[in-house]
């Protein structure tokens, strides 16, 4: 593993998270905080049209905006575009190599607790999240290989993940939670110091990984709402399934809820762990949930 050179903490990709948004403006107001000796560190506000508007986005999802294909063509000009654009020669200015890593900062109003979100298992991120969770067992470590291909911020380097918090509503700051993702960016900074000064960390540890399989949408009618391409939903998330997330989906399982009060059941051959359940923002995604698969691994 070659030197970490220069760390990106990237936070308001989406303008109403909060949590990120307020943290990478503390880290700008007080550098010293995140600075490490033997690395650069950038602390990066996203997307500053919709923060200053307190909304997800302006035209479109910035989260979805860093495609190759996207970031290389001059006529998607909608705000987040260009922002993208931007974005990628801020965390790559003119004859300077790109960031090693991307920590980019997120909260959800689903119960994710302190998540983190790999495109990759590389084995310095399973080391990394090997090292977090045994020191904090709350947090959890989620895989999204499909995610690569998704335009999402993290992907644009080898070594970019997510700090995904929750739960916590849009527009609105929980100290709590503000505060231990703030520990938790702190620590990474001290791992990465550690790997730069030739420090052994641990290895042969155990990590708990949930994968994902698959997302689930909401049930829906055949009739057109006139706002997407999706029916109108036909049910909720199921009381016993709400703020569950990574708790065991088995088989026959409630799942959903009619607004009659019919009982949708789990229907799958063996048992998942979803996440992102009922997160706000992904109604328009026609996502209800993610389903993961939970694994160990020795790293």
Do not use: W
Request: aromatic share 10%; with cysteine; hydrophobic share 35%.
């Amino acid at each position: 593993m070659s030197q970490i050179e220069r760390v990106a903490i990237v936070g308001g990709n989406h303008g109403n998270e909060l949590t990120g948004v307020h943290l990478v403006k503390k880290f700008q107001q007080y550098p010293n905080l995140i600075n490490r000796s033997t690395f650069e560190i950038l602390a990066l506000l996203g997307n500053l049209k919709a923060i200053e508007e307190g909304k997800r986005y302006i035209d479109k999802d910035l989260n979805r905006c860093f495609t190759n294909q996207g970031l290389q063509n001059p006529q998607l000009s909608s705000y987040e575009d260009t922002r993208a654009k931007a974005i990628q020669q801020i965390l790559q200015p003119e004859n300077q190599p790109f960031v090693d890593v991307i920590v980019d900062l997120h909260s959800t109003t689903a119960n994710m607790g302190l998540s983190l979100i790999f495109s990759d298992t590389h084995p310095f991120l399973l080391q990394l999240a090997a090292y977090l969770s045994s020191i904090n067992p709350l947090v959890k470590v989620c895989i999204n290989q499909q995610s690569k291909e998704s335009g999402f911020l993290r992907s644009l380097c080898k070594f970019g993940f997510v700090i995904e918090v929750g739960a916590v509503a849009q527009n609105v700051l929980d100290a709590e939670l503000f505060q231990k993702t703030e520990q938790l960016i702190y620590t990474i900074l001290d791992y990465f110091q550690e790997c730069n000064q030739g420090n052994i960390l641990p290895k042969n540890t155990k990590l708990t990984l949930y994968k994902y399989i698959e997302t689930i949408d909401y049930p829906r009618s055949d009739v057109y709402d006139g706002r997407s391409s999706r029916g109108e939903i036909q049910a909720m998330i199921h009381p016993q399934l709400q703020f569950r997330d990574y708790e065991p989906l088995n088989p026959g399982d409630p799942m959903f809820l009619t607004f009659e009060g019919k009982e949708i059941f789990y229907e799958g051959e063996s048992t998942v762990y979803p996440i992102f359940i009922n997160e706000a923002a992904y109604y328009e995604k026609g996502i209800a949930m993610y389903l993961t698969q939970k694994q160990q691994e020795v790293v």
